[in-house]
T-cell receptor
Framework: GIQVEQSPPDLILQEGANSTLRCNFS?????LQWFHQNPWGQLINLFY???GTKQNGRLSATTVATERYSLLYISSSQTTDSGVYFC??????????????FGQGTTLQVKP | NAGVMQNPRHLVRRRGQEARLRCSPM?????VYWYRQLPEEGLKFMVY????????ESGMPKERFSAEFPKEGPSILRIQQVVRGDSAAYFC?????????????FGQGTRLTVV
């Protein structure tokens, strides 16, 4: 099956710093989403981005599907950005069921 | 627009009891997915359902687990005779359709603790 690898596994930042999280995947995809799981366990949609670039406030994401990676940028980080960031993909296949394969996540801690 | 609603948020069961987890998809969504997150792990796909049909259950344990999405009412994930290893967060997601270009929206999850 498709492999989804996220890096780094852990990241500690000072408030105000910028960061880049990476997601590599081993096969072609027709869906890629980024999620933030906050310290209370809630899973929040950040981006639906199978290709191209999107921005939402301090967050932006870029997916280069032909090179099989996606990047999530966090600028001017805040303590509320702490949590686990997951990348999830749906492998391109004839079935196209919408089933997502998740990476293991990047755990981010932003210190005040 | 209400999001994906899951209940209960927290569920405690003794070993051997049954657990029923409910998921109401977003309005207009007819595709439901269940995922499980074991402690310190990422999310793993369990089952994909459309109204009254199981489309893909390749991630569901073969025994004790079942899922349904009836014509009326929420989707139900049922775990019979729970064991400690079933303790996990169970997330439901919904989408308006399957296939290319479909974003999935997740509920807040049900945290099952088996004591």
């Amino acid at each position: 099956g498709i492999q989804v690898e996220q890096s780094p596994p852990d990241l500690i930042l000072q408030e105000g710093a910028n960061s880049t999280l990476r997601c590599n995947f081993s096969d072609s995809v027709n869906n890629l989403q980024w999620f933030h799981q906050n310290p209370w366990g809630q899973l929040i949609n950040l981006f639906y981005i199978p290709s191209g670039t999107k921005q939402n406030g301090r967050l932006s994401a870029t997916t280069v599907a032909t090179e099989r990676y996606s990047l999530l940028y966090i600028s001017s980080s805040q303590t509320t950005d702490s949590g686990v960031y997951f990348c999830a993909v749906e492998r391109t296949s004839s079935s196209n069921t919408g089933k997502l394969i998740f990476g293991q996540g990047t755990t981010l801690q932003v210190k005040p | 627009n209400a999001g994906v609603m899951q209940n209960p948020r927290h569920l405690v069961r003794r070993r051997g009891q049954e657990a029923r987890l409910r998921c109401s998809p977003m309005k207009g969504h007819s595709h439901v997915y269940w995922y499980r997150q074991l402690p310190e792990e990422g999310l793993k796909f369990m089952v994909y359902l459309q109204k009254e049909n199981i489309i893909d259950e390749s991630g569901m344990p073969k025994e004790r687990f079942s899922a349904e999405f009836p014509k009326e009412g929420p989707s139900i994930l049922r775990i019979q005779q729970v064991v400690r290893g079933d303790s996990a967060a169970y997330f439901c997601a919904s989408s308006p359709r399957s296939g290319v270009g479909t974003e999935a929206f997740f509920g807040q999850g049900t945290r099952l603790t088996v004591v």
